[in-house]
Nanobody, 125 residues
């Protein structure tokens, strides 16, 4: 079993910054892509940013040049540095990771995608 736990959300004024963290734990042999998604009230969940195990990154157009995703493979952790926050960034932010467990390695199975429980980010105008 694998768990993802996010932290770092909160309330911030427009123009401010927050740093989100997500730690993966459990039966982990390898982690491929890790990412951050967000869901605002009444809207669909959307990709914010993702990073591969080789540190190739991908960003939503709405956050380019403001957000930076990074990861620490030794700590199974992914970060999202959010600068110049806007009220439209308000949402629940979810961590996501493609994980292969040692059990799946032994059985020759593919890994699975796991999600964190979400952390609220609120940006006031």
């Amino acid at each position: 079993q694998v768990q993802l736990v996010e932290s770092g959300g909160g309330l911030v004024q427009a123009g401010g910054s927050l740093r989100l963290s997500c730690v993966a734990s459990g039966d982990i042999a390898s982690i491929n892509t890790m990412g951050w998604y967000r869901q605002a009230p009444g809207k669909q969940r959307e990709l914010v940013a993702s990073i591969t195990s080789g540190r190739n990154t991908n960003y939503a157009d709405s956050v380019k040049d403001r957000f930076t995703i990074s990861r620490d493979n030794a700590r199974n952790t992914v970060y999202l540095q959010m600068n110049s926050l806007k009220p439209e960034d308000t949402a629940v932010y979810y961590c996501n990771a493609e994980v292969k467990s040692w059990a799946e390695v032994r059985l020759g199975r593919r890994g699975r995608v796991y999600w964190g429980q979400g952390t609220q980010v609120t940006v006031s105008s």
